[in-house]
């Protein structure tokens, strides 16, 4: 199916389904729905799926039960071999896939325009770092994707995403440089992190460049413009509402919501749900990913993440992750006396006490403390690591301090991935002062500075025995970098730093969220998995929609995984619907 319509920008997903009791269990919580029961027979398969949905609405009311449309309030039915649902990075390379393959297809989007890229992606063993010396030992890899999930993963489906990831780089790598965008990747990773073996990989990819007009080029732009070029486009507007099934349960196409009613597409080869996570769907984020409520304090999620493409694989018999998997940074910046924690009311999106952008300077291993002014944790970790630990610490948030020095800090300290931006600032701003590169911060109150230690202790809200703590903390931890060991949590010496040259600064952060990564489960060639984990005819998932990987967090160490996966993924099932695989 082909028509032309114009091109967006926002983010977009839908959100994810349900985190069974194993994962509540593991956050001292439980009300998750449980997972679908299909079983071979069409009959059995819906069912299951019937029982399914009575059983989870029995416990929790985020799931509900599919919409009974009648046929007569089927406007419109359009017929396709391929239907993509979500025009997100998932969607936009399944779409330049299938246009390569000549597929006839469509490519509904929820909003009215594609979503914005996630630019930096991780591919492994590329023409890019293989030209660079940076090999990746692939087995090395697999396992410890596994142990940041605690093996409550499927490593067939990660070594998909391993294995592939170069050859997409080899076909998408053509599309962007005759765009005008060129590809660079992260190589400076060969220096302790982390307190201690943590695996570092060099694979992480990022292409930028700007048009004839000056504007920068993202990618899902591009590959609207390639697929436009071949006579396709997306068609917006149009809402997912529920799964199409035969008698037999094999899914044949969906119902969507959009201007003027319902419309149904067939798709007579399959389906390929890219619709993203469920990061705004505060009931959701409470059933399934509990530590959300206790360590973040900003949305940075769309408002369309809301889980529509889960709800509908469960709804036709899909099982989802049993454990929670959101991806959460430490940079949550919010005012002294903040909590982490849902603000939102019953059936409003999921928003927090932040109301700011990311606060990148919250990932430098800097000294942090909680409330009670003690350090908690090794600050030089993966980015969740501080948010998961101040969750077990009264209002989940965690303070950071530092002095003067921070350019020179910033710069020994040498972080990887997207923390790296704060280097980058500081560097490009050597001789601007402090106050000046931080005075939105400053003015909003976020940061507070002050002349002496105790001074900044009152103004970060330290008071009493806390306020004592606090100072008594400072002093030690001057000994430690004195000493260049640091006795209480074994960060490395180089991470160190020392808090003696006034001014002063302070902030206190909870988590970030950006996205979650648990979703419906999946095989190796990204099909849907039903009852005994079989595979539901016609159905397949990508990217922050699909499970099977994650499990308790993101390995943020692992960088760009979750947008390398998704890419890959969507051009892996598009080719296995195609028969296009070997």
């Known amino acids: 199916m ?55 609405a029995a416990e929790t009311d ?61 591919a492994i063993n590329t023409k890019y770092t293989e030209a660079a010396g940076a090999h990746v030992d692939e087995g090395r890899l697999l396992n410890e994707f596994s142990r940041y999930a605690s093996g409550q993963c499927d490593q067939r489906v990660i070594r998909v995403w391993i294995k592939e990831s170069a050859s997409v780089v080899d076909w998408i790598d053509p599309i962007l440089t005759q765009a005008g965008m060129t590809c660079a990747f992260d190589n400076d990773i060969d220096h302790e992190t982390g307190g201690t073996s943590f695996a570092l990989f060099p694979m992480e990819h990022y292409y930028s460049g700007k048009d004839a007009a000056g504007e920068a080029l993202e990618r899902n732009k591009v590959l609207l413009s390639y697929i436009n070029d ?61 530590m959300v409520d206790r360590c973040v304090t900003l949305q940075y999620g769309s408002p369309n993440n809301v889980g529509e493409g889960i709800k509908a694989g469960m709804w036709a018999g899909a099982q989802k992750d049993s454990i929670g998997a959101p991806m959460v940074f430490d940079r949550g910046a919010v005012k002294p006396g903040e909590n982490a924690g849902i603000i939102s009311g019953p059936g409003e999106v999921a928003t927090f006490a932040g109301t700011d952008k990311q606060f990148n300077l919250g990932s430098q291993p800097l000294m942090k403390v909680t409330r009670d002014g003690k ?50 600032l500081l560097a490009k701003e050597a001789d601007t002062p402090l106050d000046e590169i931080y005075a939105d911060q400053l003015e909003k109150g976020t940061m507070v500075k002050a002349d002496t230690i105790e001074e900044l202790a009152d103004k970060l809200g330290f008071q009493g025995e806390a306020k004592e703590a606090f100072l008594a903390e400072v002093e030690k931890y001057n000994g430690f970098y004195d000493a260049q060991e640091d006795a209480d949590f074994g960060k490395e010496a180089y991470r160190l730093s020392e808090l003696r040259t006034a001014p002063f600064y302070g902030i206190w952060y909870g988590g970030s969220l950006l996205t979650t990564v648990d979703g419906l489960r999946i095989n190796e060639d990204m099909q849907v998995l039903g009852a005994q984990s079989k595979p539901i005819e016609g159905l397949y998932a990508a990217g922050d929609c699909s499970g099977s990987i994650f499990g308790n967090n993101y390995p943020e160490y692992i960088v760009g995984c979750a947008c390398g996966r998704t890419i890959t993924f969507a051009r892996h099932a598009v080719r296995h619907i195609a028969g296009d695989l070997a």
């Open 62 to 122: 985020w799931l509900g039960s599919a919409p009974d449309i009648a046929a007569g309030d089927i406007k419109e039915t359009k017929q396709t071999d391929l239907l993509i649902i979500g025009a997100g990075n998932g969607g936009m390379a399944a779409a330049a896939t299938a246009a390569d393959l000549g597929i006839d297809f469509m490519l509904c989007e929820k909003s009215g325009s594609i979503q914005r890229s996630r630019h930096w992606f991780g």
């Open 375 to 424: 350090r908690f944790v090794n600050e030089s970790t993966p980015y969740d690591f501080c948010c998961f630990a101040a969750a077990e610490h009264e209002g989940g948030v965690f303070c950071q301090v530092f002095d003067s020095n921070l350019k020179e800090d910033v710069k020994r300290f040498s972080t990887i991935g997207c923390s790296r931006q704060t280097q980058q």
């Open 2 to 56: 082909k028509n032309i319509a114009e091109q967006g920008l926002s983010r977009r997903s839908f959100l994810t389904g349900a985190a069974a009791t194993g994962a509540l269990a593991a956050f001292g919580l439980a009300g998750c729905a449980p997972q679908a029961k299909a079983e071979t027979s069409g009959d059995a398969t819906k069912a299951d799926a019937a029982e399914t949905k009575a059983d989870a």
């Open 230 to 290: 071949k006579g396709y486009d997306v068609t917006y507007n149009h809402k997912l509402v529920k799964l199409v099934q035969d008698d037999a349960g094999k899914v044949t196409g969906a119902i969507f919501e959009a201007d003027g009613g319902y419309v149904q597409v067939d798709a007579a080869k399959g389906v390929l749900l890219t619709t993203g996570g469920y990061t705004s769907n505060a009931e959701m984020l409470r059933a399934c990913n509990p």
